[in-house]
């Protein structure tokens, strides 16, 4: 007998073509967040931001951000902002609503899903259909096994939309106890996780899911937002760590199976 098969994938950044095949062959699949693209690193035409504010635009910026220079990045965006003439929340909202209009159309069917830190998650629920359950701070079975799920980041220099206090994370990870699969959508705070090769900087991590992962030993902690690792996959005692946030740009998932 084959047994459970489940897919995973993060940070999806308007990648729907993929993410509706993305679970053949799978009992269910799981998404951990990042639904959103604002703004492409490989591909600078392609997000929410060159759209508004052109290519050269966006070119600068992540110029900017790659060299660290965030009040330099943040003051460039906040002069595109004033010039358009469009609200900048106004512009934003609608534009993540047409992304979240395909992404979650979709997903098939059984998906468990958690939001990243570029996503907002007041507008989820205007998108989820049947046989999509969100789930953040909370647990669900799968195959018999118990899979936690913890969603969005921390409060960074980036200043995303779902960003969040040390404390209020640690809340949330708290909260799931043992679990076999702990799934969040950023990693543990371990610097090899956290280094993007691309982006030439360290991504936030979480001590709160480090020590869950040091206390509780769960068999995998699964997670995305790095999008180019220097480690991809890494053991912390008896626990193996997976960098499952390649999608966006490969369309392929991670698969577990027991």
Not at 92 to 112: D, W
Not at 179 to 186: E, F, G, R, T
Request: charge should be negative.
């Amino acid at each position: 007998m084959r047994g459970t098969r489940v897919n995973v994938v993060s940070d999806v950044h308007g990648n729907a073509r993929d993410l509706a095949l993305a679970k053949d062959g799978a009992d269910a699949l799981i998404c951990l967040g990042d639904l959103v693209l604002f703004l492409d690193y490989a591909d600078h035409s392609r997000g929410i931001f060159p759209d508004l504010f052109g290519t050269g635009n966006a070119d600068r910026i992540v110029e900017l951000r790659t060299a660290r220079r965030f009040a330099e990045a943040r003051e460039l965006a906040r002069r595109l902002w004033a010039e358009l003439e469009v609200d900048r929340d106004t512009a934003i909202e609608s534009a993540v609503r047409k992304q979240y209009a395909e992404l979650f159309a979709a997903f098939p069917t059984p998906t468990y899903a958690t939001y990243g830190n570029v996503d907002i998650p007041a507008l989820w629920p205007e998108y989820v259909r049947p046989g999509t359950t969100v789930l953040d701070g909370e647990h669900a079975v799968i195959g018999g096994r118990v899979f936690g799920f913890v969603g969005g980041g921390l409060r960074s220099p980036s200043r995303t939309p779902y960003e969040i206090s040390d404390e209020e994370y640690a809340a949330k990870v708290e909260a799931l106890g043992e679990v076999d699969v702990l799934c969040s959508h950023i990693p543990p705070d371990v610097p090899e996780l956290l280094y993007d090769t691309v982006a030439r900087r360290f991504e936030r991590g979480s001590r709160a899911l480090l020590e869950a992962i040091r206390r509780t030993r769960p068999r995998y902690a699964l997670f995305g937002h790095v999008h180019q690792p220097l480690v991809p996959r890494m053991r912390v005692g008896s626990t193996e760590c997976v960098n499952v946030g390649h999608f966006a740009s490969t369309g392929r998932p991670w698969t577990l199976q027991w």
